[in-house]
């Protein structure tokens, strides 16, 4: 068996503005399929649920019903 096959890292997609300056990332999780946002410092930003289309901000409050994370993270 190949170790590899059981640990994989997480997809993450850096965001960059005009600059070239990074904003923030997304990391997928694998084990529950949220996208979770981090801002350019590694804070967190909020998260997105794709299977109840929610997006929670870092508190954990529900603020959109669609995935808005990276107008949370650009907005910062």
């Known amino acids: 068996m190949d170790a590899a096959a059981y640990h994989q890292p997480a997809p993450i997609q850096i965001l960059r503005d005009r600059r070239d300056l990074v904003v923030g990332r997304l990391e997928e999780q694998r084990s529950t399929g949220k996208i979770i946002a981090y801002d350019g ?30 107008a949370l993270l650009v907005c910062r």
Do not use: I
């Not at 804070?43 to 994370?69: E, I, M, S």
């Open 41 to 70: 410092r590694g804070l967190l930003g909020g998260n997105y649920d794709p299977r109840k289309g929610t997006t929670r901000g870092a508190r954990g409050v529900v603020l959109a019903r669609r995935d808005v994370l990276a």
